[in-house]
């Protein structure tokens, strides 16, 4: 995989961790009450609300992000498997808890779920893949 494509899988990453790391950091409430929108409810329907944890969760992913700003920013192909390596560690985890836990789901929210963090799986094994060179057309 190129050094630019996998430039952009990060963008990728970066974007899901500032959503998710703005919104649980600086809104726990409402990260517990509506993530993933408003209706959904996948974070209340797994247990009480902790404002300590969800500000942790919130902090975790901000701390994802800059890290994954830095590859972006600065790419080389040893900080972008740092960055998948750290984001895979954190995924892999984050997938299997979730998907030992759907129960609580109807079906839409069970494959939002594992669709969800399943791409966040694959996007951390692409900064992972070897290095390609860039094509000259």
């Keep these: 995989m190129t050094l630019s494509a996998k430039r952009a899988v990060a963008a990728l990453l970066a974007v899901a961790a500032a959503v998710i790391g703005v919104w649980a950091a600086a809104f726990p409430l409402s990260f517990y009450r509506d993530f993933p929108f408003p209706g959904r409810n996948w974070v209340s329907a797994l247990g009480p609300y902790n404002e300590h944890l969800t500000r942790d969760v919130g902090g975790l992913f901000l701390a994802l992000l800059v ?63 070897p290095d390609r060179p860039e094509r000259l057309d």
């Design 67 to 129: 890290m994954t700003v830095w590859a972006i920013r600065r790419p080389s192909p040893a900080v972008l498997r740092m960055t998948g390596g750290a984001w895979l560690i954190f995924t892999a985890e984050h997938l299997v808890w979730h998907a030992l836990h759907l129960d609580v789901f109807p079906t839409v929210d069970k494959v939002g779920n594992v669709v969800s963090l399943g791409a966040m799986l694959v996007a951390s094994l692409l900064l992972l893949l």
